[in-house]
């Protein structure tokens, strides 16, 4: 019986350590990002939250303006903007395959 009130308490410690240690890494994470965030929200960019080294969260900014730019120039071109070279293989246009 006591075997198990022992578990259980060291599970619940277990619990309350890891669940400590991912607040401390997102608030460290949100800390070392401060200002990359505030200037992406400044100029209305696209922030990602991913995963990054050590259980640190990484962040991906990106600019809304150029999204739409490419999107209509490749719509344009056949085969997604990649030439069909002879014998029915595609080639990138910025040089040979």
Do not use: C, N
Not at 9 to 17: D, F, K, N
Not at 32 to 52: K, L, P, R
Not at 58 to 67: H, K, P, T, W
Not at 82 to 87: I, Y
């Amino acid at each position: 019986m006591t075997d198990i009130a022992v578990r259980r308490y060291a599970g619940s410690v277990t619990r309350r350590l890891a669940g400590w240690l991912a607040r401390l890494h997102k608030q460290l994470s949100d800390h070392i990002f401060a200002d990359g965030d505030a200037f992406a929200i400044e100029h209305g960019w696209e922030i990602t939250t991913t995963a990054g080294w050590f259980g640190f969260g990484g962040r991906i900014y990106r600019d809304l303006r150029f999204d739409g730019r490419r999107l209509p120039m490749l719509a344009e071109q056949p085969y997604g903007g990649r030439e069909q070279a002879s014998g029915g293989e595609v080639s990138e246009p910025w040089g040979p395959s």
